[in-house]
């Protein structure tokens, strides 16, 4: 059975960090590209970063120099550290799983990110 949990979302005042966590399991997490998404009321879900399996990374423009994602493959997990953060990163954040050369493609059920004074 494929999971994916992710956890660390909160409320934290403008110009904080927090760190999400994905775990994944029932995958081969190592050959995943492992994304982090997000998706304000009213809103688009969006790509926010995305780390390849050989550890490449891809970022939007809104969140580069602010966020950094990295994964630990020993753990299965991916993380997302976001600085500096503003009110329009308020959203929920998904976690996604994807080995598009399978068609295998997962998300997680989401972590609520408040940013706010």
């Known amino acids: 059975q494929v999971r994916v949990v992710e956890s660390g979302g909160g409320l934290v005042q403008p110009g904080g960090s927090l760190r999400l966590s994905c775990a994944a399991s029932g995958i081969l997490f190592r050959a995943y590209t492992m994304g982090w998404y997000r998706q304000a009321p009213g809103k688009q879900r969006e790509l926010v970063a995305s780390i390849t399996n050989d550890g490449s990374t891809n970022y939007a423009d809104s969140v580069k120099a602010r966020f950094t994602i990295s994964r630990d493959n020993a753990k299965n997990t991916v993380y997302l550290q976001m600085n500096t953060l503003k009110p329009e990163d308020t959203a929920v954040y998904y976690c996604?799983?994807?080995?598009?050369?399978?068609?295998?493609?997962?998300w997680g059920q989401g972590t609520q990110v408040t940013v706010s004074s």
């Open positions: 996604n799983a994807d080995w598009s050369q399978f068609r295998r493609n997962y």
